[in-house]
């Protein structure tokens, strides 16, 4: 499936990197095909993934090479660039890329534990205290913060591909993410604590963007020693 009015052959481009000559960034669901977009400068392209983050129901990604300014899109599903079956990243030294991925508002939540917990208190304490749109913006605002997942995801990418920079769009920006050396599923186990932990801390006085910022440097402060991680809000990208 494309997300995108660009008039592009499908059928008879199986197999192969579709290089598209101008344009915004699309989703593409056909692990077979990859598509390559080199019109774009990184803030475009990430302002392109936040507007994607806001309407597309899939968790695409994406790898930027700096050296080219050139975006891949490596495939809904695709969690390293092994599964991409091209040319365009395996002549780039992964030290020159940046890996990106779209956390969309229509997902389900991306971690279950979360959710499950997110909707008994949404059940029961939750309501007491805030607005609709205020739950709404609690549980949207979970959207900034990877995943326990893609923190393993990221460590393999650090080891197999030698890429160590990691960004996630979501419909309110883009997370950068630096993950330090240490084991990694020590680091997980204390991440889903740090996440748990603030998840629910929510000031309907202050802003959306207030709320991400303060969830975010929250669960920063908690793991200063394994990660880095900071908000780039969408207004302040270009
Ligand atoms: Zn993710």
């Not at 774009?40 to 129901?57: D, F, V």
């Not at 599903?77 to 002549?91: D, E, M, Y």
């Not at 609709?132 to 959207?143: A, G, Q, S, T, V």
């Not at 801390?201 to 793991?223: A, K, P, W």
Request: negative net charge; aromatic residues 10%; glycine residues 4%.
């Amino acid at each position: 499936m494309l997300n995108s009015s660009q008039d592009i052959n499908v059928q008879s481009q199986v197999g192969k990197t579709v290089i598209l000559p101008r344009g915004d960034l699309i989703v593409n669901i056909d692990d077979q095909i990859n598509y390559v977009n080199c019109s774009l400068t990184q803030e475009e392209g990430e302002l392109n993934m936040i507007k994607l983050a806001q309407t597309s129901r899939y968790e695409e990604a994406y790898l930027f090479d700096k050296t080219n300014s050139c975006f891949s899109e490596i495939g809904y599903n695709c969690t390293n660039r092994s599964c991409q079956g091209n040319n365009f990243t395996s002549a780039i030294n992964g030290i020159n890329l940046i890996s990106y991925h779209l956390h969309p508002k229509y997902c389900k939540l991306l971690d279950n534990s979360l959710t499950a917990m997110f909707e008994k208190w949404m059940d029961t304490v939750l309501k007491q205290f805030l607005t609709e749109k205020d739950i709404l913006n609690l549980k949207e605002r979970m959207l900034t913060l990877p995943s326990k997942n893609d923190l393993t995801y990221f460590r393999n990418l650090q080891e197999q591909e030698n890429i160590q920079e990691f960004r996630i769009a979501n419909p309110f920006g883009i997370t950068n993410v630096v993950l330090k050396e240490g084991n990694i599923e020590g680091i997980v186990k204390l991440y889903d604590k740090a996440i748990s932990d603030y998840v629910f801390s929510y000031d309907s006085n202050i802003n959306l963007e207030q709320n991400i910022q303060n969830y975010i440097d929250n669960v920063n402060e908690s793991m200063m020693d394994y990660l880095d991680i900071t908000f780039i809000s969408e207004k302040n990208i270009r």
